[in-house]
């Protein structure tokens, strides 16, 4: 990548923190250390070193939508404040190649003393905006906050949904090179999170380069071009967002030798995927298996119904067991035959086993239909239903759980998940998960009116209006 076409480098970035037990061991660490080597005795270490990032190196092109995810106390946020300029690194360093504005903590550059207008003005001129700049904006920005009057008044006496949309307005419409958000995005109502998205669209339309947190797998697959995954500090995978997130997925409930052996098994299958790019002979195969699969299934499609043995996934990601493996998924059409092509407006099951290896009380099961960048489409669970809960399963029994659902999709490739969740030794958890777990084509069909992902029956109905007489003067 040459030095024009990267928004953000960021080279072996690492921020450690000292973290005292008690209020005076900070100052015996200033004190006690200096008399003990001007002694020549070995100094004595008071605190305890917290790695908050350990060497960190990504790129970000120009244009892209990179979407950060992690656990909680991971690094992220402070990898943000670090790329806007309001943290220091102890290690490396960080290139930004135009204007960025940020969002990290909603509202953090407001003074409360100040009205929302004088705030606007203010965060404009931090930004490098002249006040003519800043005037001919103003409308824009109190047009998407809309708070009414209270612009006008001290944002000491905002809401907390009156400081986000004043803050989140300020920052986004000031034409921004690099927006960087820290999950924004999951506040506010519904309307005001649409009109966020909406927003973010037009940015990227506009070829803005966007680098955002966000605890929402969706909206990573749905607005990112790549994502990254950062635990205890360290850059575990840059990949695609659906890669990414279904990783996440498996780290976030875990804990101990548990965590610590998927976060190994995951930085040696990114060094892995490294290898097999840097070398000719080993090619990466994953847009050569979505076209695969879309092949196989147009060669299909004139058969509609039926099963292809190469219609195989080659995403499939599976968690941790805990008392319980799920098994031998499978796709059943109306008959009970096995199939992987479905048609249009039939009904079908699907189908999954699960064996249990420990006891399990109030147990759920679970789906969920994926397309092939990761974009959940619909699913169903019965953990939520009391009726619909299994009290018990004793260990050594199985179960054998169906769906059955009526093919609404519209012609493409999908994927299908499937889940355990329940009570096993008095914690609630996911006692099996499988992501992409089986892969099935709908087949094309003539004539389609709907348009998307899903067929909801739509009933077009087009009138040519006669051109009313003209009216004599």
């Known amino acids: 990548m040459s030095y024009d076409d990267a928004a953000i480098r960021v080279r072996a970035v690492s921020k450690h923190y000292l973290l005292f037990e008690l209020p005076d061991q900070r100052l015996k660490q200033m004190v006690v250390p200096r008399l003990q080597r001007l002694l020549g005795l070995p100094p004595k270490q008071y605190y305890r070193d917290f790695a908050a990032l350990s060497g960190v190196s990504f790129d970000v092109r120009r244009g892209e939508t990179i979407g950060i995810a992690g656990r909680n106390g991971s690094g992220k946020s402070t990898l943000l404040q670090i790329i806007c300029g309001t943290l220091r690194p102890n290690e490396g360093s960080v290139e930004v190649n135009g204007r960025i504005a940020a969002l990290l903590e909603l509202g953090a550059g407001f003074n409360p003393e100040f009205t929302g207008r004088e705030n606007v003005y203010i965060n404009g001129a931090i930004l490098g905006l002249k006040r003519s700049e800043i005037e001919a904006r103003f409308d824009a920005i109190a047009r998407f906050a809309d708070i009414g009057e209270f612009i006008e008044q001290p944002v000491k006496t905002y809401s907390s949904g009156m400081y986000v949309r004043l ?110 790019v840097t070398s000719p002979a080993q090619p990466t195969c994953a847009p050569a298996d979505v076209t695969t699969w879309q092949k196989a299934g147009e060669a299909a499609a004139a058969s509609l119904e039926g099963y292809d043995p190469e219609l195989v996934s080659q995403s499939r990601v599976e968690y941790e067991h805990h008392g319980a493996t799920i098994r031998d998924l499978c796709l059943l059409n109306a008959q009970g035959v096995r199939v992987n092509m479905l048609e249009m407006g039939r009904r079908y099951t699907y189908e999954y086993f699960v064996d249990f290896s420990a006891e399990a009380a109030d147990v759920g099961f679970g789906m969920l239909i994926n397309t092939t960048s990761g974009f959940g489409i619909g699913g169903a669970t019965t953990a939520y239903s009391r009726a619909l809960r299994t009290p018990l399963v004793a260990p050594g029994a199985s179960v054998r759980v169906r769906f059955g659902f009526d093919c609404r999709l519209l012609p493409g490739t999908y994927f299908l998940n499937a889940g355990v969740l329940g009570t096993v030794d008095g914690q609630q958890r996911f006692l099996h998960r499988v992501l992409d777990g089986l892969a099935f084509r709908v087949a094309s069909a003539e004539e389609l009116v709907a348009t998307t992902l899903v067929d909801l029956n739509f009933s077009p109905d087009v009138v040519v209006v006669p051109e009313a007489p003209q009216a004599k003067s």
């Not at 998205?197 to 037009?202: G, L, M, N, S």
């Not at 279904?246 to 299958?269: C, D, M």
């Open 167 to 276: 803050a989140f307005a300020t920052a986004i419409n000031v034409d921004p090179d690099i927006l960087v958000v820290d999950e924004a995005l999951s506040v506010g109502d519904e309307a005001f999170q649409r009109k966020c998205f909406a927003r973010i669209e037009e940015i990227q339309e506009r070829g803005g380069t966007i680098l955002f947190v966000s605890h929402s797998p969706q909206s990573i697959v749905q607005l990112c071009t790549r994502a990254l995954l950062i635990d205890g500090g360290e850059l575990l995978l840059d990949a695609d967002p659906k890669t990414v997130v279904s990783q996440y997925q498996r780290l976030i409930n875990l804990s101990g030798e548990e965590a610590r052996a998927v976060r190994e098994e995951i930085r040696q299958g990114a060094a892995q995927e490294r290898a097999d």
